[in-house]
């Protein structure tokens, strides 16, 4: 059983389209993440969640807006996508906000290429 | 955020061991040591954490200097398949960013 899935793991797209990307995890964790990793392979976080409350968000353009409907799924949302945009996302997944010792299970990745 | 520093990349031959190091001369008292790894075309993978003590899993052992301002990843016996980029993190665990903040790693390539 995957524990973090991600959809799509390949997506290409023209720029100044808006597309999305969905996560979802089957370990019962509370807190979920989408990290981006660019052509130099740097991770950066994006944003975190907890229990479908944001808690982190970095420095990120507001074209990408994150939904978590429930507490097993956080898609990522990206609007007028630009050239820019183009990395790999990662989503991950970790226990209880106040265990931060938990460790992230990451999924696979969705690369995405803006052309 | 204190900072880790890791050599670039390091090669080993298999079946011997590995001893990757890491700098983390900032280090404060309430950081974990975590160590995480990402093979070709995969997310990230969690290894192994520690505070103080030595610590030891099916994977990996972790040596932390008595001052904590350096840490040791081994891998007892190196397989091909160990071959990736190895992260060396602090976790920071002030307020509520316990996100896990990633380097540039080490990669390493494990010779058959």
């Known amino acids: 059983d995957t524990a973090v899935s991600q959809t799509p793991k390949y997506l290409v797209t023209q720029m100044g389209n808006d597309k999305s990307i969905k996560c979802e995890q089957n370990?019962?964790?509370?807190?979920m993440y989408w990290y981006k990793q660019d052509s130099k392979k740097f991770l950066k976080i994006m944003f975190s969640?907890?229990?479908?409350?944001?808690?982190i968000n970095e420095t990120v353009p507001n074209r990408f807006s994150p939904k978590s409907p429930d507490k097993a799924h956080l898609n990522l949302h990206i609007n007028s996508l630009e050239l820019g945009d183009s990395a790999v996302y990662f989503c991950?997944?970790?226990?209880?906000?106040?265990?931060?010792?938990?460790?992230?299970?990451f999924g696979n990745g969705t690369r995405l290429t803006v052309t | 955020d204190a900072k880790t520093t890791q050599p670039n990349s390091m090669e080993s031959n298999e079946e011997e061991p590995v001893h990757l190091p890491c700098n983390h001369s900032?280090?404060?008292?309430?950081?974990?040591i975590h160590w995480y790894r990402q093979l070709p075309s995969q997310g990230p993978e969690y290894v192994i954490h520690?505070?103080?003590s030595n610590v030891n899993n099916r994977m990996a052992s972790l040596a932390i200097a008595e001052d904590r301002k350096s840490s040791t990843l081994i891998l007892h016996r190196a397989t091909l398949r160990d071959a990736a980029v190895y992260y060396c993190i602090l976790r920071v665990a002030s307020g509520s960013a316990r996100q896990l903040t990633f380097g540039s790693g080490t990669q390493l390539t494990v010779l058959p």
């Open positions: 991950a997944s970790s226990g209880p906000i106040g265990s931060y010792n938990s460790p992230l299970h």
């Open positions: 520690g505070l103080t």
């Open positions: 969640y907890n229990n479908k409350e944001l808690i």
């Open positions: 370990l019962g964790h509370d807190t």
């Open positions: 900032t280090i404060s008292g309430t950081d974990y």
